[in-house]
């Protein structure tokens, strides 16, 4: 067994197609149908099931994949490592992060990280929470900023606290003209937005036994923050959200200051790669300085 095989069977499961893979690979496709058919060989069994659309993994190949990933990312870290001792700082990094960790913080920590780590590539996708989830269970990411409450479950490296806070239109006031109390909500409409929809303002509300009268969903902040500065409601948002509204909007504190604690969880802590741990030193100066 390779690892040469190994790699080309990941780029096949991954592109879903022998030609696609060729492509990235720079192989040609009988090469690749080589590789794949060498692996099912001593294996002994099929990993691919061919159609129209290209090629789908079999049952006996998805039970092997999770291995054969934990393989090529055990090598692309020794290989890091090697880089390293030798003064090489290159390798690659994959992080997921919510829009507004993307926006406030990760564009200037990404511009820094390059200048200091010309040599490590930075891949990183941008999606709410549940993608965030999924992306770390499948082996997608290395790392991703999430929240407490989203990582319970799992190893989770805390950053920062972002308080909720709640935005109004410029004509509301709450009772005591200084924060929102939760009397100050009940009845309200409440506008949320996917990145804030089931851990931050709804179990805010939970928790404090408040029902809003309407909720309206939305996809973008620009969409939320143009709702609220029309008086169609309010929103109960991270601190780091609000940062992007400036005008036509009052943002109140909330009283008892509840929070979100945003930090970093990895898909699998015991194989940290040093391109990732060289980030997420990157990321923690960042955050301290703030």
Same mark, same amino acid.
């Given at each position: 067994m390779?690892?040469?095989s190994y790699k080309?069977? #990941?780029?096949v499961?991954d592109s ?9 690979l720079? #192989?040609?496709?009988s090469?690749v ?5 060498s692996l099912?060989?001593e ?5 691919f ?8 993994v ?6 092997? #994949? ?7 990312k055990?090598q692309?870290?020794?290989e890091?490592?090697v ?5 090489? /700082?290159?390798g690659?990094?994959?992080i ?6 993307a926006?406030?913080?990760?564009i200037?920590?990404?511009?820094d990280?390059?200048e200091?780590n010309p @040599?490590v /590539?930075?891949?990183? %996708?941008?999606g709410?929470?549940a993608d *965030?989830?999924?992306w770390?269970k499948n @082996?997608?990411?290395d790392?991703a900023?999430?929240? /407490?409450?989203?990582?319970? /479950? ?10 909720l *806070?709640?935005?109004?239109? !410029?004509?509301y006031v709450?009772?005591?003209?200084k %924060? ?6 009940k @009845?309200s409409s ?8 089931q851990?931050d ?6 928790e404090?036994g408040?029902?809003a009268?309407?909720?309206y969903?939305?996809?973008?902040h %620009?969409t ?5 500065? !029309?008086?169609m409601?309010i929103?109960l ?6 940062n992007?509204?400036? !005008?036509?909007?009052?943002?109140y504190p909330i009283k @008892? ?7 970093l ?5 015991d194989t ?6 060289l980030?997420? !030193?990157? *990321?923690?100066?960042y955050?301290d300085? #703030?």
């Amino acid at each position: 067994m390779s690892l040469y095989s190994y790699k080309v069977f #990941l780029e096949v499961v991954d592109s879903g197609s022998f030609v696609k893979a060729s492509e990235k690979l720079n #192989l040609s496709p009988s090469a690749v149908s080589h590789a794949v058919k060498s692996l099912e060989n001593e294996f002994g069994f099929s990993l691919f099931s061919r159609n129209r659309a290209g090629a789908s993994v079999t049952s006996s190949g998805e039970r092997v #994949l999770p291995y054969i990933r934990s393989l090529i990312k055990i090598q692309n870290n020794l290989e890091q490592e090697v880089n390293i001792i030798n003064n090489y /700082d290159v390798g690659a990094v994959r992080i997921g992060l919510f829009s507004s960790v993307a926006s406030n913080w990760f564009i200037k920590i990404l511009h820094d990280f390059k200048e200091n780590n010309p @040599g490590v /590539d930075v891949i990183f %996708q941008q999606g709410d929470y549940a993608d *965030i989830i999924t992306w770390l269970k499948n @082996g997608d990411v290395d790392m991703a900023f999430t929240t /407490d409450e989203l990582a319970k /479950d799992t190893n989770f490296l805390p950053l920062r606290e972002d308080p909720l *806070i709640c935005v109004t239109s !410029e004509e509301y006031v709450p009772s005591d003209g200084k %924060q929102m109390a939760p009397s100050d909500l009940k @009845g309200s409409s409440l506008i949320i937005n996917k990145e804030c929809e089931q851990y931050d303002a709804k179990s805010y509300l939970k928790e404090n036994g408040i029902h809003a009268d309407a909720y309206y969903e939305t996809v973008t902040h %620009q969409t939320l923050f143009a709702m609220v500065r !029309e008086g169609m409601g309010i929103c109960l948002i991270p601190e780091l959200v609000a940062n992007v509204a400036r !005008e036509g909007v009052r943002k109140y504190p909330i009283k @008892g200051r509840p929070s979100r604690i945003i930090g970093l969880t990895y898909s699998d802590p015991d194989t940290i790669s040093p391109a990732a741990k060289l980030l997420t !030193e990157a *990321i923690k100066k960042y955050v301290d300085q #703030l």
